[in-house]
């Protein structure tokens, strides 16, 4: 899962997208054969051994790769991708496409820290530059988010900023502007902190940053607030290479192509880990529910999206979104999100579409998704709870056209409270997903109970939605709700097509290769 949307500058590539041969009046004859599909009927194919046997072939990828993860352009991911378009391919129920774009992703990166000599526990920023500082650090007043927040006697320091309200990424770029030589961001909820300050801009650099925790920020803070002088050594060190990857979309071949549903989750990892909770829950659930989809017919349209660089900030949903045409995006009545769902301290958390919980409302719909999944969890007899609906993971690009969105979300590096483990089970005091962003997200981090109830809810979604949206209270067209509209999205696309050209004809022939059966591998336009 993203941790926080950073400052986006992205380099895009020409859409390209090859369906997979349309067989024409049989499909539609054998199409009309099969059963309407309804929540229950879809819900009854969800097996545990499937998703487990899904979850151990996204480790197999991740570990049979350098760095032991699935993170976007690595072999991992490139053989994450090629696996949904063979195991979509061969239903033949799909058009299955492959959407290519490029942008600059940190392949690898470390961090050393230290307080008046003693080593910390710290990570780096995903696109922090590297570099070196030794110096003392000087608190940045409130969460700055401002200018006026970095004081006049941080030119030469490392800046000591809290976690909260802006882009980590504002942040760095704020204390270099500032003349800070690096910046450390602590937690402002308890534990660790990393994350990523999104794809850098030339004209907006960032300095060195790392991540602190909340009780060793609070700390230094404490000593400096009681008159000493804190000195910090600062070292980062981190690879960014511009990297080419795919979306994977499939889209049923039956049901009304302008009412569609779409559900989607993130297809790569950090560079960390193998990612299995974070997203290759995600990944499984749908590919089990797309897969059981297929023995049914339905009413309207169902596209699943598995999204690329999610780590770096939304990237590739981003990316489809901005290339949306205003009347393909209309088609689009409603998106679910589904991004960590089987977290080994687990709690049953609803995307925050009514708002009534975190003050932050989704479009019309997004509150009926929210109530849909309620009755859900009600049903199975289960306790559930909201989360916020911020636009951490890749329904944000949604949100910001407007499109009525929800899912569901098992927790990350949050920690569970009291209240929630006497609700959900579990340990309170320690986080949702312990192994988070960490080389232990592998098959044995899995809560395999709530792998498979979530994915039983996106069965019921799918089950229901897929036939009719009555009951959404939808918007007839698409608008923005948060300041970000498809043309927004679509310019911040356009100006990097300007600056960097993809080779589109490259493309067709690589994937036409690879189709004919030429011994070409490099279809997927990874390198």
């Known amino acids: 899962m993203f941790r926080q949307l950073g400052i986006l500058a992205l380099a895009a590539t020409a859409t390209f997208a090859q369906d997979v041969d349309n067989e024409g009046a049989d499909v539609h004859a054998e199409f009309w054969k099969k059963p309407w599909a309804s929540s229950?009927?879809?819900?009854?194919?969800?097996?545990?051994?499937?998703?487990?046997?899904?979850?151990?072939?996204?480790?197999?990828?991740?570990?049979?790769?350098?760095?032991?993860?699935?993170?976007?352009?690595?072999?991992?991911?490139?053989?994450?991708?090629d696996f949904l378009y063979k195991e979509l391919s061969k239903l033949n129920y799909y058009n299955v496409t492959l959407q290519p774009w490029s942008a600059l992703i940190q392949e690898s990166g470390d961090a050393n820290f230290t307080l008046d000599g003693e080593k910390q526990s710290t990570s780096i920023f995903s696109y922090s530059p590297s570099g070196n500082a030794t110096s003392p650090l000087v608190i940045v007043d409130n969460l700055g988010c401002e200018a006026s927040d970095y004081p006049a006697e941080l030119s030469g320091k490392i800046a000591l900023i809290s976690r909260g309200e802006c882009e980590f990424g504002a942040k760095s770029v704020s204390a270099g502007l500032a003349g800070a030589v690096g910046a450390v961001i602590y937690n402002n909820v308890p534990g660790d902190l990393n994350g990523t300050l999104g794809v850098p801009s030339p004209d907006r650099p960032y300095v060195p940053t790392v991540g602190l925790s909340q009780e060793a920020g609070a700390a230094v803070i404490a000593k400096i607030q009681g008159g000493a002088e804190v000195i910090g050594e600062l070292s980062t060190y981190s690879v960014i290479k511009e990297t080419f990857t795919n979306n994977v979309l499939a889209t049923t071949k039956g049901g009304d192509q302008d009412n569609i549903l779409a559900v989607g989750a993130h297809s790569d990892s950090v560079a960390e880990g193998p990612g299995i909770n974070d997203d290759g829950s995600g990944i499984c659930g749908l590919l089990e529910v797309a897969k059981d989809l297929a023995r049914f017919k339905t009413k309207n349209a169902v596209r699943f999206g598995w999204w690329s660089g999610e780590e770096e900030g939304l990237l590739g949903s981003t990316y489809y979104v901005a290339t949306l045409s205003e009347p393909e995006a209309a088609k689009i009545k409603a998106y679910l999100n589904f991004d960590m769902i089987a977290s080994p301290n687990y709690y049953y958390a609803i995307y925050d579409g009514d708002g009534s919980t975190f003050n932050l409302t989704g479009p019309p719909g997004s509150a009926e998704l929210e109530h849909f999944f309620e009755d859900f969890y009600t049903k199975k007899g289960l306790n559930f709870t909201a989360t916020e609906f911020d636009g951490r993971s890749d329904y944000g690009p949604f949100l910001?056209?407007?499109?009525?969105?929800?899912?569901?979300?098992?927790?990350?590096?949050?920690?569970?409270?009291?209240?929630?483990?006497?609700?959900?089970?579990?340990?309170?005091?320690?986080?949702?997903?312990?192994?988070?962003?960490?080389?232990?997200?592998?098959?044995?981090?899995?809560?395999?109970?709530?792998?498979?109830?979530?994915?039983?809810?996106?069965?019921?979604?799918?089950?229901?939605?897929?036939?009719?949206?009555?009951?959404?209270?939808?918007?007839?067209?698409?608008?923005?709700?948060?300041?970000?509209?498809?043309?927004?999205?679509?310019?911040?696309?356009?100006?990097?097509?300007?600056?960097?050209?993809?080779?589109?004809?490259?493309?067709?022939?690589r994937y036409a290769d690879k189709k004919c059966g030429s011994k070409s591998h490099d279809y997927h336009l990874y390198k």
């Open 40 to 81: 229950k009927g879809l819900q009854h194919l969800v097996k545990e051994k499937s998703l487990l046997d899904c979850a151990q072939t996204l480790e197999d990828f991740a570990y049979a790769t350098e760095g032991r993860n699935r993170l976007a352009g690595s072999k991992g991911h490139n053989d994450t991708v």
């Open 400 to 509: 910001d056209v407007g499109i009525a969105s929800g899912g569901t979300f098992t927790g990350a590096e949050g920690i569970k409270t009291e209240e929630e483990a006497a609700q959900f089970g579990g340990e309170a005091g320690v986080p949702y997903d312990v192994n988070y962003h960490q080389a232990g997200d592998n098959v044995t981090n899995l809560a395999l109970d709530a792998f498979e109830v979530n994915t039983k809810g996106i069965a019921a979604a799918v089950g229901t939605y897929s036939i009719s949206f009555e009951g959404l209270n939808l918007n007839t067209t698409t608008v923005a709700r948060r300041g970000a509209p498809a043309a927004r999205l679509a310019k911040r696309w356009n100006k990097q097509l300007l600056k960097r050209n993809f080779d589109l004809q490259t493309a067709r022939r």
